[in-house]
């Protein structure tokens, strides 16, 4: 059997058990449908720190997945972005920080949201609605 092949079986085998671990409603296992695995430290929650079985095997089985098909994929410019982030991986974590603290946070407080909490979806409807409010206000003055 070919190793992308093969890969991708594993994948989608640890991906499905994953999903019945994290999204089936059970009171045996701690899960995502009946709240046991979300953990509210400092108003984020957790779900995957620490990691459950779940997690571990929906991640490993997303990643197997992913792996599978890249290796699959010819040379061009699409399969060079996963690359390029996995090379460069500080540089994208720097500009990460810095596009948020400098990009992202100044539209948020002009949009009027002094803080991103768990109450908020980000960049939910509420966020794009004032931006709108002020934006119209702004222009037809």
Do not use: C
């Amino acid at each position: 059997m070919d190793n992308t092949i093969w890969l991708f079986v594993v994948g989608v085998t640890l991906l499905g058990i994953g999903s019945l671990l994290l999204f089936v409603p059970t009171s045996i296992l701690h899960n995502l449908t009946n709240g046991g695995i979300l953990v509210s430290r400092e108003g984020y929650s957790e779900i995957f720190y620490p990691p459950t079985d779940g997690f571990l095997f929906f991640s490993n089985g997303t990643v197997f997945i992913q792996v599978s098909l890249f290796m699959r994929v010819r040379q061009s410019f699409w399969s060079g972005i996963p690359t390029f982030f996995g090379t460069h991986s500080m540089f994208v974590y720097i500009l990460h920080q810095t596009l948020g603290e400098y990009g992202l946070k100044p539209v948020l407080a002009w949009a009027g949201v002094e803080r991103v909490s768990d109450a908020y979806t980000f960049l939910s409807r509420q966020v794009i609605a004032e931006s709108s409010q002020k934006m119209s206000t702004i222009v037809f003055l």
